[in-house]
């Protein structure tokens, strides 16, 4: 299993950056995926899934109306569309695998996730 982040950045607040998320060695369309972020010092937060099975979304309050998911499952690659972004948004971005294959997993609790990526930081500031 590989999860790639790629994307992240340098943005000024406001602006707008979009994270990939290139996957490899499972069945990608058949995998709820979700995107977490974290700040050192605190815990990692989940903020946004996306299902496999009818590609329902959910989002952290936090993002809710800024950022959009999204996933190409002939590339095999999810997506984070960041819109708005505020100084609070800088993390690092990581993507993240449901635990098991075909499972209806629709929520961004680390707990029902198995594989992270490394990550891929984001900077929001002047």
């Known amino acids: 299993v590989r999860l790639v982040e790629s994307g992240g950045g340098q943005a000024q607040p406001g602006g707008s950056l979009t994270l990939s998320c290139v996957a490899s060695g499972f069945t990608f369309s058949g995998y709820t995926m979700a995107w977490f972020r974290q700040v050192p010092g605190k815990e990692r937060e989940g903020i946004s899934f996306?299902?496999?099975?009818?590609?329902?979304?959910g989002y952290a309050d936090s993002v809710k109306g800024r950022f959009t998911i999204s996933r190409d499952n002939s590339k095999k690659i999810l997506y984070l569309k960041m819109e708005n972004l505020r100084p609070e948004d800088t993390a690092l971005y990581s993507c993240?695998?449901?635990?098991?294959?075909?499972?209806?997993?629709?929520?961004?609790?680390?707990?029902?996730?198995?594989?992270w990526g490394q990550g891929t930081r984001v900077n929001v500031s002047c």
């Open positions: 996306i299902t496999w099975k009818d590609l329902k979304t």
């Open positions: 993240a695998k449901a635990s098991y294959y075909e499972d209806l997993v629709e929520t961004y609790s680390p707990e029902r996730f198995s594989f």
